[in-house]
């Protein structure tokens, strides 16, 4: 019978102090092969620090996908890229529909509220959804918004019209996959910074091809920009998208990936993403996203029609399945 490996039951132990990884460490687990016994332990590992550092407690927050429009940033996995050519024209939400989505993700027990657009959605048109939609949610629920790379004037504004934060990240083979400057986003965390928006970011969309190295790179970066909940997200393949034939990485692998970044983080980060299956809520993450209207990884025009979309008492359910409590309320991982 194969010997535990003695280096990675080390790393391991250290990461469960709760004090965050090396990434010399982190790539060590990374390039532990998703099947073995070593895995196993990574995974129960990264349970273990996730329930601690919550309390037992996961979050599920609410993406109201805004437009479909076409996108000229091109990002390969993305049905909204103009290079994919999946989407056609122009398709924006109605405001009212926005508003009443809101409202209903708050009486269903979201417990933070997140605007999404294209690059090519009008950025006066979200500052004005964003007040509105504050005006209509409870005044300590977060709200943030996932759009293009903003100035610091652009980040202000979202700010005075009520927004808390952004979801915004580093794409895997950014600036290869997608035509953003990786230069972009570091300019965007650091406006978002000084306009006193906090920040949600993720590794994602990870695929079969992306390296240990990569991932390592990826998972430090993340953590170098202080954010309230990341993680690492695994890419959906779009059929018909430039990048769907490299195929999508097993629940297994996403699993092991979202347990090495709870272990890299420590306990600080209350919220670990992204709980999109049993599996990954067993293995530390303890972030799921409901989703309606326009959704980047599907096709159909509003997800919630047949679309991929999760609700929220789906992801009730699978939160109950992997031994976590949801919270009631406001984001407490948006509180710090
Ligand atoms: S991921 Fe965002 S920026 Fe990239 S093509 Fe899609 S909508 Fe545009």
């Known amino acids: ?9 080390d790393i391991v132990e250290k990461g469960l102090e709760g004090n965050g990884l090396s990434a010399e460490n982190v790539l060590a687990l990374y390039e532990v092969e998703e099947t073995s016994k070593e895995a196993a332990y990574i995974r129960w590992a990264g349970q273990e620090l996730s329930m601690i550092a919550a309390d037992g407690v996961a979050e599920i927050h609410a993406q109201i996908g805004l437009n479909s429009t076409v996108c000229p940033k091109n990002c390969k996995f993305c049905s909204f ?9 122009k398709y924006e939400l109605p405001k009212e529909d926005v508003l009443e989505y809101a409202k209903l993700y708050v ?4 417990n933070l509220i997140l605007m999404l657009t294209t690059a090519s959605y009008s950025f006066d048109k979200l500052v004005d959804m964003v007040g509105s939609v504050r005006e209509v949610i409870p005044a300590d629920m977060p709200l943030l918004v996932n759009t293009d790379d903003m100035q610091l004037d652009q980040c202000r504004q979202l700010k005075a019209a009520g927004a808390n934060g952004a979801y915004h990240a580093v794409r895997m083979r950014e600036g290869e996959d997608t035509e953003i400057p990786v230069e972009k986003r570091f300019e965007t965390f650091a406006n978002l910074r000084e306009a006193g928006l906090t920040l949600s970011t993720c590794v994602e969309p ?6 240990p190295e990569e991932l390592t790179e990826a998972t430090m970066r993340c953590i170098s920009t202080n954010p309230l909940s990341a993680g690492v997200g695994k890419r959906i393949g779009v059929p018909g998208t430039l990048v769907y034939d490299r195929g999508m990485l097993t629940d297994v692998a996403n699993a092991n990936m979202v347990a090495v970044y709870r272990l890299a983080t420590g306990r600080d980060l209350r919220l670990n993403c992204s709980a999109n299956t049993v599996m990954t809520a067993a293995s530390g993450a303890n972030l799921a996203w409901a989703e309606v209207g326009t959704n980047p990884r599907d096709t159909v025009e509003r997800t919630e029609h047949g679309g991929r979309g999760s609700n929220i008492a789906q992801l009730r359910k699978m939160f109950a399945a992997s031994g976590w409590q949801v919270l009631d309320g406001p984001s407490k991982g948006w509180m710090r």
Request: charge should be negative; glycine fraction near 10%.
């Open 206 to 211: 990870v695929g079969p091809e992306h390296t």
């Open 81 to 89: 890229a103009a290079c994919n050519n999946v989407r056609k024209g």
């Open 1 to 9: 019978m194969q010997v535990f490996d003695q280096e990675i039951y």
């Open 107 to 110: 009486e269903e027990g979201a």
